[in-house]
Every structure is written in C-alpha cells, then in structure tokens.
C-alpha cells in the first residue's frame, strides 16, 4: 500500500504554515520523463520538505540505516524511499536508481550524502554525476533555504533542468558532472539567501 498521497497530505497541512514554506521555481520543474531531483542537505527533514514541495513524486535513496529503525523500515518503502550504503558501491541501490529514472520518474538525492553541519554546502559525491550520465534523466537542481526554525520562512527553490545529453556526448566524468550539480545548486543558495 503506497502512503505517498496521504503522507504528502498529512506533513503538508503541519510544515506548511509551521516553517512558513515557499517554494520558488516550481514552474521549472518538468512535467514528465525521468528527473534526478538533487539538494543540498541541511536537516533530517530535508525529505519531506522537498517531497511536500514537488509537483511530481519523489523517489528517495535514504542511508540503509534508517531502515532498521523499527517504525521507519515499515513506513519508508511505502512512501517510495529506498535503502543505499553509504561509501561503498550499492549495486542495488544503483539499479534501483536507474530503473527508476529510466521509467520517467523522480529520483530525489542528496549529492554531499551526508547533512551539512555548517549549513554551508559540502563537495558533492561522484555518484550524483553517475546517475545523471547513465539515467537517461535530466537534473532537477534544488536549494533548501533553512533554518528550520517554527514560523521563520524556510524556502525551498528549484532552478533550471540541466540537460545531460551533452555531457553524455562528449563522455564527461562522474566528477565533471557532480561539479556542475554542486554549481548550480550553489548558485540557486546565492540567489536566494
């Protein structure tokens, strides 16, 4: 039984008017086709901030460890969340990911792969720039604006798609593109603060 509806419904009527959420950019974001939704990472509820502020549903890669949490293992795959290890090559994550973005959806990820304990944004891992090449996919960059503190504005702005068919032509690295990933969502921060 998918809860991703309901879920969306129930966390957007309590964070909307409790972090005083804007969303700018929503008009940006794709209608359809496979989209790699990357953010930067500033708190536990980066999730679903973001999956209340999408138009479209959210597929997200969360640390394996939050599904032997007792409650959490129950209720993350039923709002579309899967497992991945974190530093080391999760082959099934990997397909997950791919097979995902392939069929035209969303797949949310948190390029630093860890949260920010600055508030600053961290070096990206070259897993986003992975996916972005082989997904078939192009990427959604996000800014999540904090702090998340009740009734102070939190913002959440989507930028502009990044198209990866040329970088797919020219063969650029995993690297490369994680570095234009971290850019542009530097670049949303900037604007936005």
């Known amino acids: 039984?998918?809860?991703?509806?309901?879920?969306?419904?129930?966390?957007?009527?309590?964070?909307?008017?409790?972090?005083?959420?804007?969303?700018?950019?929503?008009?940006?974001?794709?209608?359809?086709?496979?989209?790699?939704?990357?953010?930067?990472?500033?708190?536990?509820?980066?999730?679903?901030?973001?999956?209340?502020?999408?138009?479209?549903?959210?597929?997200?890669?969360?640390?394996?460890?939050?599904?032997?949490?007792?409650?959490?293992?129950?209720?993350?795959p039923k709002v579309n969340a899967f497992p991945v290890k974190r530093g080391m090559s999760d082959r099934e994550a990997f397909r997950t990911a791919l097979k995902l973005l392939r069929s035209g959806n969303v797949v949310g990820m948190f390029p630093e792969g860890t949260r920010s304990k600055t508030g600053e944004l961290g070096k990206g891992l070259a897993g986003a720039g992975f996916f972005a090449l082989k997904g078939d996919a192009d990427v959604m960059p996000c800014a999540i604006i904090g702090p998340y503190k009740p009734f102070r504005a939190l913002r959440v702005v989507y930028g502009k798609p990044i198209a990866m068919a040329p970088y797919r032509e020219r063969k650029a690295s995993a690297e490369e593109v994680t570095e234009v990933i971290m850019n542009e969502i530097r670049a949303l921060l900037e604007q936005h603060k």
């Open 1 to 76: 039984m998918n809860l991703y509806p309901f879920g969306k419904f129930l966390v957007s009527t309590i964070f909307y008017p409790l972090y005083r959420i804007k969303v700018i950019g929503k008009e940006n974001f794709p209608p359809e086709g496979g989209v790699l939704l990357c953010t930067n990472h500033i708190d536990n509820l980066d999730p679903p901030v973001v999956g209340i502020s999408c138009p479209r549903t959210v597929h997200f890669m969360a640390k394996e460890e939050l599904f032997k949490v007792p409650i959490l293992k129950t209720i993350l």
